[in-house]
């Protein structure tokens, strides 16, 4: 792939996350796939758990953005998978929580109803250290930071944007 256009390379990567969009839509959403569609609906689910049913319109997503607005900066592309990584991350985390941190000791059902082992991972600590509603807190600032970070704003650059936005309202 280092010998394609970097234009191809992101369409191919676009066309990629679309086809995991629909392969994981089908599977997920409505149980086609026969023993593939459900290993891979186990598999995302053990890593990601409640989020899993989200997953596939988030893949449908980025193909969509990958495909309207190319980015052909590696840098930028980075910071955007980088971003949104953190977002789904803080998401899972906040999934365990909610879901009153099953110990893994409950088995992969537990946690595939709650963040899966990811979202364990993530929230894990910062519960152990204080509590579920900071540790709430601290994962919906990682996402928001996140967010941010995949869309190139910095922080300093929110006041002005909600100040923008409560004009436009009004």
Same mark, same amino acid.
Request: a positive charge.
């Given at each position: 792939?280092?010998?394609?256009? $970097?234009?191809?390379?992101?369409?191919?990567?676009?066309?990629?996350?679309?086809?995991?969009?629909?392969?994981?839509?089908? @599977?997920?959403?409505?149980?086609?796939?026969? +023993?593939?569609?459900?290993?891979?609906?186990?598999?995302?689910?053990?890593?990601?758990?409640? &989020? =899993? &049913?989200?997953?596939? @319109?988030?893949?449908?997503?980025? !193909?969509?953005? &990958?495909?309207?607005? $190319?980015?052909?900066? $590696?840098? %930028?592309s980075g910071n955007r998978a980088?971003?949104?990584?953190?977002?789904? =991350? %803080?998401?899972?985390?906040?999934? !365990?929580?909610?879901a009153g941190m099953p110990a893994?000791? =409950?088995?992969?059902?537990?946690?595939?109803? !709650?963040?899966? +082992?990811?979202?364990?991972?993530?929230?894990?600590?910062?519960?152990?250290?204080?509590?579920?509603?900071? !540790?709430?807190?601290?994962?919906? %600032? +990682?996402?928001?930071?996140?967010?941010?970070?995949?869309?190139?704003?910095?922080?300093?650059?929110?006041?002005?944007?909600?100040?923008?936005?409560?004009?436009?309202?009004?």
């Amino acid at each position: 792939a280092k010998g394609l256009d $970097p234009v191809h390379r992101r369409d191919g990567s676009a066309v990629l996350l679309a086809a995991g969009a629909i392969l994981l839509g089908a @599977a997920q959403w409505f149980g086609l796939g026969g +023993v593939g569609g459900a290993l891979l609906s186990g598999v995302v689910e053990a890593g990601i758990g409640v &989020m =899993a &049913m989200a997953a596939p @319109a988030a893949l449908a997503a980025g !193909a969509v953005a &990958m495909f309207r607005k $190319p980015r052909l900066d $590696p840098a %930028a592309s980075g910071n955007r998978a980088l971003g949104w990584g953190a977002v789904g =991350a %803080a998401f899972t985390g906040l999934a !365990a929580v909610v879901a009153g941190m099953p110990a893994v000791a =409950a088995g992969l059902g537990a946690l595939q109803g !709650a963040g899966g +082992v990811l979202g364990w991972l993530v929230a894990a600590g910062p519960v152990a250290i204080a509590g579920a509603v900071p !540790a709430g807190l601290v994962l919906t %600032a +990682v996402a928001g930071f996140g967010a941010l970070v995949a869309n190139g704003t910095p922080i300093r650059a929110v006041p002005g944007g909600i100040r923008g936005l409560v004009h436009r309202s009004t």
